[in-house]
Nanobody, 111 residues
Framework: QVQLVESGGGLVQPGGSLRLSCASSERIFSIVSMHWYRQAPGKQRELVATITPGGSTTYADSVKGRFTISRENAKKTVYLQLDSLTFEDTAVYYC?????WGQGTQVTVSS
């Protein structure tokens, strides 16, 4: 069973930055598209960013230009760089790939 473990969440002020990491135990990680989702209180889970095996990326309009997804296949890890954070970015962030999900990491933007 594939395990995904997120880390890097925390409390940050508006305008600040965080870097989330997601370590995978997936044997075929290098050929799997990876995704970051988030779920804010009282809202549905939304897709934030995707990175394909070839490194192509897509983003939700709400984070475009502020968030950057990347991957390091040798470490079986996907990252999400969060910059220029706003209150609306407060959520639990989850990584997902090939049907597997992590446990989530909390990002709280507060002054």
């Amino acid at each position: 069973q594939v395990q995904l473990v997120e880390s890097g969440g925390g409390l940050v002020q508006p305008g600040g930055s965080l870097r989330l990491s997601c370590a995978s135990s997936e044997r075929i990680f290098s050929i799997v598209s990876m995704h970051w989702y988030r779920q804010a209180p009282g809202k549905q889970r939304e897709l934030v960013a995707t990175i394909t095996p070839g490194g192509s990326t897509t983003y939700a309009d709400s984070v475009k230009g502020r968030f950057t997804i990347s991957r390091e296949n040798a470490k079986k890890t996907v990252y999400l760089q969060l910059d220029s954070l706003t209150f609306e970015d407060t959520a639990v962030y989850y990584c997902s790939g090939n049907g597997a999900w992590g446990q989530g990491t909390q990002v709280t933007v507060s002054s």
